[in-house]
């Protein structure tokens, strides 16, 4: 990684010397230069660009973003195929498809929930229905149907630690 960002700077060091090699020529009217050191010019800010991400590691401009994050917030609780092949309850000869056991450890995880969050939940998760859309389906406002979401998730992370069901392989 630090060979590739010493490659980069490298690279922005000779594009920063050919464009201002092209500076002179340019000052003249040399329409071919201008052209040049405008192309030099958007290449240095590329590299710019990227050297600034490789250095901090996230994308660069960015205030608020997915990697403000932890990956404890990016996690799901569930795996997303096997809620799907719950909530449609598929036997067919699906990969999707999930055992008894799988089943009732979803029956389990989910059995802490309030009805209108596991209604969400389903809807979000097993049915890939968008926020937007559960609310409009069950007449919500879209941040309750966040928040019944958010609500589950917590407590199908607690029920997960809590369960002996669910830790079980």
């Known amino acids: 990684m630090h ?11 000779g594009l920063n ?10 000052e ?10 405008q192309i030099i010019g958007e290449m240095r800010g590329e590299v710019e660009w990227i050297i600034e991400w490789l250095e901090t590691g ?12 932890a990956a404890y917030e990016r996690e ?32 389990e995880a ?11 939940y389903e809807l979000h998760y097993g049915m890939c229905f968008s926020l937007g859309e559960i609310a409009q389906l069950l007449q919500l406002k879209k941040g309750t149907v966040q928040y019944y979401l958010e609500s589950a998730d917590k407590k199908i992370k607690e029920t997960k630690v809590n369960s002996l069901f669910l830790t079980a392989g």
Do not use: H
Not at 78 to 85: E, V
């Open 58 to 69: 996230r994308r660069p401009g960015n205030k608020r973003g997915i990697e403000r994050r």
């Open 17 to 26: 010397a050919a464009y201002e090699a092209r500076r002179a020529s340019a």
């Open 110 to 120: 989910l059995s802490s929930l309030s009805a209108r969050e596991r209604e969400c």
């Open 76 to 107: 799901k609780p569930m795996d997303p195929i096997r809620m799907q092949a719950f909530v449609s309850r598929s036997t067919a000869g699906s990969p999707a498809n999930i055992t008894e056991w799988q089943r009732f450890q979803l029956e």
């Open 28 to 37: 003249v009217g040399n329409e071919e230069a201008m052209a040049e050191r």
């Open 3 to 13: 060979d590739l960002l010493k490659g980069y700077k490298e690279t922005w060091k």
